[in-house]
């Protein structure tokens, strides 16, 4: 019942920026961790940015200096703020919650197709 709604996905050009924006879709106990995943064709999922409810940040060397994720914990929120893309970042990009004690839960978001384009 509880989804992950995520939004901002699109078309840009190289070079240009998009923000992406996740939130559930009803009101959950708080998430320890709030990240991005991505997915390109034939290629396995990998861990785009991870924000911790302290928060601490973990970028994939791919994208250091170049994202940057930050939450709202208030509402379980997560952002990724991508600038300077290139052809590589495009994917289908999840947003991901988990909380590691009582009440456990671990969501996935339906995923978001970012396309970098020329």
């Known amino acids: 019942q509880v989804q992950l709604v995520e939004s901002g996905g699109g078309l840009v050009q190289p070079g240009g920026s998009l923000r992406l924006s996740c939130a559930p879709s009803e009101s959950i106990a708080s998430a320890h961790i709030l990240g991005w995943y991505r997915q390109a064709p034939g290629k396995e999922r990998e861990q785009v940015a991870i924000?911790?409810?302290?928060?601490?940040?973990t970028y994939a060397d791919s994208v250091k200096g170049r994202f940057t994720i930050s939450r709202d914990n208030g509402k379980n929120a997560v952002f990724l703020q991508m600038s300077s893309l290139n052809l590589e970042d495009t994917a289908v990009y999840y947003c991901y919650a988990k909380r590691m004690v009582l009440p456990k839960y671990e969501y996935w978001g339906q995923g978001t197709q970012v396309t970098v384009s020329s």
């Open positions: 924000v911790l409810s302290g928060g601490t940040t």
